[in-house]
């Protein structure tokens, strides 16, 4: 089968398209005929070996990478062949994984937060030989989630490690609520779309930032309300205040990093949360202590999606009430040239990977 991988860290020349062995499949596992891939920032990141600006290998989910290694955290596809235990699924349908593995008895899987478990092994970066790159992936049938085809491969390959980590992180653990307001930083993203998205679907006002001026209106059309250019010498924490009648927003969702941390505590409101989901922009940041203890703030840290929040978005993406919004799909033969979109940060929307 066809696979893009990587020999080593690099640029994204470093992409070898490779002929290799379909997956041979272990007890009560399904191999999935990929039809889409989406491309996140993790991959580019692991891909140059760098995240947050430090060697990948200090971040918890870049240990112990394997060369050649076969990177990809959001197919979807078909089921082709079960071998085992169908856990409820039928050949032909449509499928994506939950986004890891997990063992399934500690403390943290027994009671439903799975994305905790100790000895997570996340698709695409702690799974040697299986990722979403290629033609083919095996997977526990338990760990498949079909979806009706309402839902298009390339949209819920976005669901992934888009939505389903912000829907748990700003549902589940930020508790945002109807009426309230959400700022979301690196709002043009994928994670930022998805937060946009979710943010309308629940009645919530949107307020992106980001620091390209000609991506307004593609983030109002996403769902936000209103949209602050992040300039240099400027603070878009104290154009937040303005707009919230110096109230500040109840929710503020991180996906940014060191460059936007001190501005997201400064955009909280009294007894707010901040929903921390990435630090691609640099992995330390400073911290007012006094800001958090003086305003009542909550810092929730959120490593990908349970199983539960997982479903949700599938199922309320399927009834389109929520609609990943596809901003380009490149065929896999091109994954250098997606690599490279995503690293000049000129995309807006989801970059696709798709398997013709
Ligand atoms: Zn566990």
Same mark, same amino acid.
């Given at each position: 089968?066809?696979?893009?991988?990587?020999?080593?860290?690099?640029?994204?020349?470093?992409?070898?398209?490779?002929?290799?062995?379909?997956?041979?499949?272990?007890?009560?596992?399904?191999?999935?005929?990929?039809?889409?891939?989406?491309?996140?920032?993790?991959?580019?990141?692991?891909?140059?070996?760098?995240?947050?600006?430090?060697?990948?290998?200090?971040?918890?989910?870049?240990?112990?990478?394997?060369?050649?290694?076969?990177?990809?955290?959001?197919?979807?596809?078909?089921?082709?062949?079960?071998?085992?235990?169908?856990?409820?699924?039928?050949?032909?349908?449509?499928?994506?994984?939950?986004?890891?593995?997990?063992?399934?008895?500690?403390?943290?899987?027994?009671?439903?937060?799975?994305?905790?478990?100790?000895?997570?092994?996340?698709?695409?970066?702690?799974?040697?030989?299986?990722?979403?790159?290629?033609?083919?992936?095996?997977?526990?049938?338990?760990?498949?989630?079909?979806?009706?085809?309402?839902?298009?491969?390339?949209?819920?390959?976005?669901?992934?490690?888009?939505?389903?980590?912000?829907?748990?992180?700003?549902?589940?653990?930020?508790?945002?609520?109807?009426?309230?307001?959400?700022?979301?930083?690196?709002?043009?993203?994928?994670?930022?779309?998805?937060?946009?998205?979710?943010?309308?679907?629940?009645?919530?006002?949107?307020?992106?930032?980001? /620091?390209?001026? +000609? &991506?307004?209106? @593609?983030?109002?059309?996403? #769902?936000?309300?209103?949209?602050?250019? %992040?300039? =240099?010498?400027?603070?878009?924490?104290?154009?937040?205040?303005?707009?919230?009648?110096?109230?500040?927003?109840?929710?503020?969702?991180?996906?940014?990093?060191?460059?936007?941390?001190?501005?997201?505590?400064?955009?909280?409101?009294?007894?707010?949360?901040?929903?921390?989901?990435?630090?691609?922009?640099?992995?330390?940041?400073?911290?007012?202590?006094?800001?958090?203890?003086?305003?009542?703030?909550?810092?929730?840290?959120?490593?990908?999606?349970?199983?539960?929040?997982?479903?949700?978005?599938? /199922?309320?993406? +399927? &009834?389109?009430? @929520?609609?990943?919004?596809? #901003?380009?799909?490149?065929?896999?033969? %091109?994954? =250098?040239?997606?690599?490279?979109?995503?690293?000049?940060?000129?995309?807006?929307?989801?970059?696709?990977?798709?398997?013709?």
């Amino acid at each position: 089968m066809k696979a893009a991988r990587i020999p080593r860290f690099g640029t994204p020349d470093v992409f070898s398209i490779d002929d290799i062995p379909k997956p041979t499949l272990k007890q009560d596992e399904a191999l999935v005929d990929i039809k889409a891939c989406g491309v996140n920032r993790m991959d580019t990141e692991l891909r140059a070996g760098v995240y947050g600006g430090e060697p990948v290998e200090d971040f918890i989910f870049g240990k112990n990478i394997v060369f050649p290694h076969l990177p990809g955290v959001e197919p979807a596809g078909i089921v082709d062949t079960i071998n085992g235990s169908p856990s409820g699924l039928v050949l032909g349908a449509n499928v994506v994984p939950h986004s890891h593995l997990s063992c399934g008895t500690c403390s943290y899987c027994l009671t439903g937060y799975d994305n905790v478990c100790p000895e997570i092994r996340v698709l695409g970066v702690q799974t040697p030989g299986c990722g979403g790159y290629a033609e083919y992936f095996a997977w526990p049938t338990a760990g498949l989630i079909s979806f009706k085809d309402t839902l298009s491969f390339e949209q819920a390959s976005a669901l992934l490690v888009n939505y389903g980590p912000v829907w748990f992180g700003l549902i589940e653990r930020g508790g945002l609520k109807e009426g309230e307001t959400l700022v979301v930083t690196g709002a043009a993203g994928g994670c930022g779309h998805a937060a946009l998205d979710i943010a309308r679907m629940s009645g919530v006002r949107a307020i992106a930032i980001t /620091r390209s001026p +000609e &991506k307004e209106i @593609l983030l109002r059309n996403a #769902g936000a309300d209103e949209v602050i250019i %992040d300039r =240099a010498g400027e603070n878009w924490a104290e154009e937040v205040l303005e707009l919230t009648s110096g109230r500040g927003a109840e929710c503020v969702v991180e996906l940014v990093g060191a460059a936007t941390w001190p501005r997201s505590v400064e955009a909280a409101a009294l007894h707010g949360r901040i929903v921390v989901i990435g630090s691609h922009s640099g992995l330390s940041a400073d911290l007012n202590l006094g800001q958090v203890f003086g305003k009542n703030l909550s810092i929730e840290g959120i490593t990908r999606a349970n199983r539960s929040a997982m479903e949700r978005v599938i /199922r309320l993406a +399927e &009834k389109n009430k @929520l609609v990943p919004h596809i #901003g380009h799909t490149i065929e896999l033969d %091109d994954v =250098a040239e997606a690599h490279r979109l995503m690293e000049a940060d000129e995309h807006t929307g989801k970059i696709v990977l798709t398997l013709s």
